[in-house]
Structure formats: structure tokens, C-alpha cells
């Protein structure tokens, strides 16, 4: 009996190690298959006219491929693009690192990237909301250098990702929060491309907004209930405005709302179940899917 045992646990773990060995392949090669399809994208600028050459041909079936993988695997094509940025940023952080074929493509596809999110944002944002994070991630390391410099450029893809209410941007001080699942709010710099990681919720994001002056920043989960309200440190060294200066916040007040119920179950009501809306510097109103407001003042 105990011979027995040993040999199912045996099979079990084995199993398992398979598995995981099953999953790292799949997405090693899911990674390459992307960053080789970019390259492929990135390899000719295309013109305008016919015939196409056979290297533009090639460009333009795997720019079309490149878009169907990701509107068929939306999730996967995501967190594929963030590991590879994730790898870039570590390899820059270390001087010592060489930059392989793959942060190179990487790199140069960053247009191509945009646009792919782009096409997930406007068609797919129910596959897209559980990963703005990383998605946020993937477009400040796209817009950094001297894409950030076209406001223009900018402010297209803001306008885009803002359309979750999850999502919200300062432009007085050049910065973006974005609502995370876990409760937690990531806020980014625009002009450095950090981001400072705040936690003060239990449940997902379910709305942020910067007051106008952006001096402060209201988050609300539906999930907990809450919604609270951080002050942004205006002090000598972390005045809003300090390229160098990382922003220090504080929650500085904290109210308890009724749960907002969805239109219907299982709907994708709560892409919109609340958002929220400053009618002042100190202001503001939490506008639920159903026309039900509630007014808090910092």
C-alpha cells in the first residue's frame, strides 16, 4: 500500500513539474513569437503604391498578424509585452547588461505597440480593464524620451486609457493613477516614467479622479465601500511640479457610501459603475451608473 502511495505521489509531482514546464514553454514562445512579429513589422517602413516589394508585403501580413493575435489573446498579448518591458527596464538598470535582439526590437517597435493597444482600448476594454497596470506600464515605457515631448502624442493615448474611470490624469502636474484589482493605486510620472505603488482599499478600483489644481487625488472602490481622499505633499522637496521628486501622499479623509449595484448581473456595467467628479478644488461628486449622487468635501 505505501509502495503504492509513494508511486501516486510520484505521478502527481510530476505532473505538476510538466506542467509548470508546460507553461514557462508556452510562454517563452509566445514572447518570441511576438517580439519576432514585430521585428518583421519594424523591418521596412511601408509606402504608398502598388505592387509591394516582397520585404514591405512581408511587413504589412505581419503587422495584420500581429493584430489578430492580439484581439484573438488580448490578455496574454498584454502580459507578454509587459514582461518584455519589465526585462528592458531591469537590463537598464544594470550598466554592466547588454541589450539582446529582443530589447532592441522592443525599442523600435514602440509605435507599433501603441497602436495595437490602441485598437484593445477602443474595441476589447472589458479584456483589458483587469491589466491597466500593465498596460500603463507598456505605454510609459513607449511614450518616454522624445515621443513624451509631443504633447500631442500624449495626450492622444491619455484621452484613450482615461475613458476608464479607474484611470485618472493631472495635467497641472503631469501625472496618471490607475485603479488596480487588488486594491491598490499605481501613480505615475509622466515626466520621470516612476510610479509609487499606494494601497488603501480592500477590494478593486473602482474610480479615481485628480482635483483640478491636482493637489488631490479621491479613489473609490465599490468593493469596500469607501472612498478616500490623498493629499499630495507640497513641501520644498515634494512640490507639485519637481522633476526629481517622487510624490508623497497621505489619505487625509475617508468616507463610507452604500454599494452602487449593477445594471444587471454579469453585465459590463462595472467597467461604469461609479465615476467621480470634482466640481471644485475640494469638491466632489460620486455620479453612480444610475444617476445617484453623493457629494464629499476634502
Sequence with gaps: MDAKLLKFKISINTSKRLATVSNKTQICLCIRGVVGMMKRCIT??????????????????????????????????ITTIAREVHRFNAAQANSQSQQNVHTSTLARAKTEIL????????????????????VMDIIMYCIEGSLVKKKGHL?????????????????????????????????????????????????PITAVSFAPDGRYLATYSNADSHISF?????????????????????????????????????????????????????????????????????
Aim: charged share 15%; with cysteine; proline share 6%.
Design 155 to 203: 495626450q492622444t493615448h491619455v484621452v484613450l486609457y482615461c475613458r476608464f474611470y479607474m484611470v485618472g490624469y493631472c495635467d497641472r502636474s503631469h501625472r496618471i493613477a490607475v485603479g488596480a484589482r487588488q486594491g491598490s493605486v499605481a501613480l505615475y510620472d509622466v515626466r520621470t516614467g516612476k510610479c509609487q505603488n499606494i494601497h488603501g482599499h480592500k477590494g
Design 44 to 77: 521596412v517602413v511601408l509606402t504608398l503604391g502598388l505592387p509591394l516589394n516582397p520585404p514591405a508585403d512581408s511587413a504589412r501580413s505581419a503587422r495584420h498578424a500581429l493584430s489578430l493575435i492580439a484581439t484573438a489573446r488580448p490578455p496574454a498579448f
Design 115 to 134: 497602436r495595437v493597444l490602441d485598437i484593445l482600448i477602443e474595441k476589447m476594454p472589458a479584456d483589458v480593464v483587469d491589466l491597466l497596470v500593465e
Design 230 to 298: 490623498w493629499q499630495m505633499n507640497t513641501s520644498l522637496l515634494g512640490s507639485i511640479g519637481m522633476l526629481n521628486s517622487a510624490p508623497q501622499l497621505r489619505c487625509i479623509k475617508t468616507y463610507q457610501v452604500p454599494p452602487v449595484q449593477p445594471a444587471s448581473p454579469g453585465s459590463q456595467n462595472h467597467l461604469k459603475l461609479a465615476r467621480l467628479i470634482w466640481t471644485s478644488n475640494r469638491n466632489v461628486i460620486l455620479m453612480a451608473h444610475d444617476g445617484k449622487e453623493h457629494r464629499f468635501m476634502v
